[in-house]
């Protein structure tokens, strides 16, 4: 029996003469996720792209659930392909179904038919079907609010597919659609959580962390790039950059006030970020800030860090949600275990007994004034390493 996947369009169904820039760019991302598993051909019509396996024993429940994590689909489905002709589509909905329907105690059918040259409408085939599995699987009662099973029959241009509910997609816009933003990716857990919402928006995502040898471990370095190889299956491959900045928190340390060593660092941090970000073609920056979860992200904070960025729009997908939320998206896209991994990274080492949560640009830039800074920037740069993560 032939089997492929279904994938219902979403957002990018609104797109109007852009929309076939958006479905060829969503098609090699569905094709780049499933490059492992074999080779499938994809097309598409009315809104639904169809994901045909190209070699025997291919793992179709992986391919479903690779593609569930593809940004741009709102629906997804493995489905029975059966000729247009009603006696094939009863056979085909008993047999491909029967486990489901064995094990069901209520159902429904529900129908489409895009090819209106099809003889029955669809009330016609909801009816006549029901009444085909009634007499198939005497167990069964038909329930239409809430069924264990629902039975589903399209009859589209090519031919008529069978299969249960649609799942839920990934949803969004496809990656790469919507430029390319360097994410500031420390070992925690809301910056992946940033990075898979600007994924989800079609950004290309360059990942940048700050490492501070030997006051950070090989452990938390390898952590962070766990955390990018859990991002990937969302938001495709991730360049990482990794900043040695030792020196810099070195020198803030000694000369610094205590309390405002979090504000300078993560001051010099968004502009080396900035820095790698322009040579690397971005056109924004990216960090899991949420305001009011720690001293430096009040708004006085934030104020002072932003500034300075000189051109780069700073993006903060998770700065109105609280720690439960975050929490709950991380859990959801597989990277929450890894985050709370026990291996600290640069923002935790230094960390002021009485932080400044009120501060004022200019007593920064005053405690900044006796950095090297320009010496200190240069030496972080050229130590900077670079990998891809895929």
Known sequence: MKELILLKSGEIALKGLNRGSFEDMLIKNAKRSLYKLGQFKFYKAQSTMYAEPLEDGIDLDDALARLSR???????????????????????AASYLREELEDAATFKVTAKRSDKRFPMNSPEICRELGGYLLERFPHLRVDVNNPDITVVVEVRDFAAYIHREQLPGAGGIPVGSGGSAALLLSGGIDSPVAAYMMAKRGITLTAIHFASPPYTSDRSLEKVKMLC????????????????????????????????????????????AETIALKDGCAALITGESVGQVASQTLAALRC????????????????????????????????????LPYEDCCTVFTPRHPKTKPRLAELVRAESVLDIEALREAALEATVFEQIW
């Not at 950059?241 to 660092?265: A, H, N």
């Open 229 to 272: 190889e859990k991002l990937a299956p969302w938001c495709g491959k991730i360049p990482l950059y990794t900043v040695s900045f030792t020196r810099f928190q070195e020198e803030i340390k000694d000369k610094c006030p205590e309390d405002l060593f979090t504000l300078i660092m993560r001051r010099q941090m968004m502009a080396l």
């Open 70 to 92: 593809v940004f741009g689909f709102a629906g997804i489905c493995k489905a029975c392909v059966v000729e247009k002709d009603y006696e094939a589509i009863r056979e085909a």
């Open 305 to 340: 860090t932003e500034a300075a960025v000189g051109e780069l729009p700073v993006l903060r997908p998770v700065i109105g949600m609280d720690k439960e939320e975050i929490i709950g998206v991380s859990r959801k896209i597989g990277t929450f275990e890894t985050s709370i």
